[in-house]
């Protein structure tokens, strides 16, 4: 009896928190080594105004009462290159240059990988054939595009121009559902897997985020809606599949006003 549950408790580890930042919410789950989950969602408002000192205080709030864990992923709704935040078009404007990896290793001291939150998501539904698109309606409109597996990182298809001079953020984000409603919202939607399907030329496409619930139309055989909870589940992936980040305090351009460095660090650092 004592060597089966030593057995599976070793199974269990490395444990991962996974957490997924949106516009509107954030949410993190614990993971054990194969991307199962061990507890519940937990998932909080996100702050607003959204700056990186109030989500990183947010994000400590979340995941009080999870358990114990030995490495973090997190899904970002932005680009993200080396560990530091380049775009952030659904958070505060001050996002861009924070080295997200480095605060939230000083945060949590623990290890810590982030990636685009599409392809996060992605990373929990894909298949690993063929070229996979991942679409995720949520605040904005996040994509991702896998070619057996491999990831395309970085793909910002919602800054395009989609139609009458609009991008498809602009015409498919929650905002613009809010405006034009759900059906008109979905004619758009429409279009837009037509026009995709025609540019990528992909052999499936999975519809995500909070908003795929408001999906209606009918959909093609190779188009899936998959669980928003695929966000948190695919955070594994950032470990088993690489995405490795430099050491935190590489690339570091700013940090929040509270949580400068001390003087005697900065010079240590110097």
Same mark, same amino acid.
């Given at each position: 009896?004592?060597?089966?549950?030593?057995?599976?408790?070793?199974?269990?580890?490395?444990?991962?928190?996974?957490?997924?930042?949106?516009?509107?919410?954030?949410?993190?789950?614990?993971?054990?080594?194969?991307?199962?989950?061990?507890?519940?969602?937990?998932?909080?408002?996100?702050?607003?105004?959204?700056?990186?000192?109030?989500?990183?205080?947010?994000?400590?709030?979340?995941?009080?009462?999870?358990?114990?864990?030995?490495?973090?992923?997190?899904?970002?709704?932005?680009?993200?290159?080396?560990?530091?935040?380049?775009?952030?078009?659904?958070?505060?404007?001050?996002?861009?240059?924070?080295?997200?990896?480095?605060?939230?290793?000083?945060?949590?001291?623990?290890?810590?990988?982030?990636?685009?939150?599409?392809?996060?998501?992605?990373?929990?539904?894909?298949?690993?054939?063929?070229?996979?698109?991942?679409?995720?309606?949520?605040?904005?409109?996040?994509?991702?595009?896998?070619?057996?597996?491999?990831?395309?990182? #970085?793909?910002?298809?919602?800054?395009?121009?989609?139609?009458?001079?609009?991008?498809?953020?602009?015409?498919?984000?929650?905002?613009?559902?809010?405006?034009?409603?759900?059906?008109?919202? #979905?004619?758009?939607?429409?279009?837009?897997?037509?026009?995709?399907?025609?540019?990528? #030329?992909?052999?499936?496409?999975?519809?995500?985020?909070?908003?795929?619930?408001?999906?209606?139309?009918?959909?093609?055989? #190779?188009?899936?809606?998959?669980?928003?909870?695929?966000?948190?589940?695919?955070?594994?992936?950032?470990?088993?599949?690489?995405?490795?980040?430099?050491?935190?305090?590489?690339?570091?351009?700013?940090?929040?006003?509270?949580?400068?460095?001390?003087?005697?660090?900065?010079?240590?650092?110097?």
């Amino acid at each position: 009896m004592a060597t089966t549950q030593k057995q599976t408790s070793l199974a269990a580890h490395p444990v991962t928190l996974a957490i997924d930042i949106g516009g509107s919410g954030i949410k993190g789950i614990l993971l054990n080594q194969i991307g199962q989950p061990i507890g519940e969602r937990k998932r909080i408002t996100t702050p607003q105004p959204s700056t990186p000192q109030a989500v990183l205080s947010a994000i400590t709030e979340l995941i009080e009462g999870l358990g114990k864990f030995d490495r973090v992923s997190v899904g970002f709704p932005g680009v993200i290159q080396q560990g530091r935040i380049k775009t952030a078009p659904n958070l505060d404007a001050s996002w861009p240059g924070i080295n997200l990896v480095a605060e939230l290793e000083r945060q949590l001291h623990k290890p810590v990988r982030a990636a685009n939150d599409a392809d996060v998501q992605g990373f929990g539904a894909i298949k690993g054939k063929g070229v996979e698109l991942v679409i995720t309606l949520g605040t904005g409109f996040g994509t991702a595009l896998f070619i057996n597996g491999a990831l395309v990182p #970085n793909l910002e298809i919602a800054h395009h121009p989609f139609r009458k001079g609009q991008t498809y953020e602009d015409d498919l984000g929650a905002a613009a559902l809010k405006k034009v409603g759900k059906k008109k919202w #979905n004619q758009r939607l429409d279009k837009a897997m037509t026009t995709l399907d025609r540019v990528i #030329n992909y052999d499936h496409l999975y519809l995500g985020g909070g908003n795929g619930k408001k999906v209606t139309i009918a959909l093609p055989s #190779n188009v899936t809606i998959i669980s928003n909870v695929a966000g948190l589940l695919g955070g594994i992936a950032l470990w088993a599949n690489g995405h490795p980040n430099p050491p935190s305090s590489a690339g570091r351009t700013k940090t929040p006003s509270s949580q400068k460095p001390s003087q005697s660090k900065r010079k240590a650092q110097a």
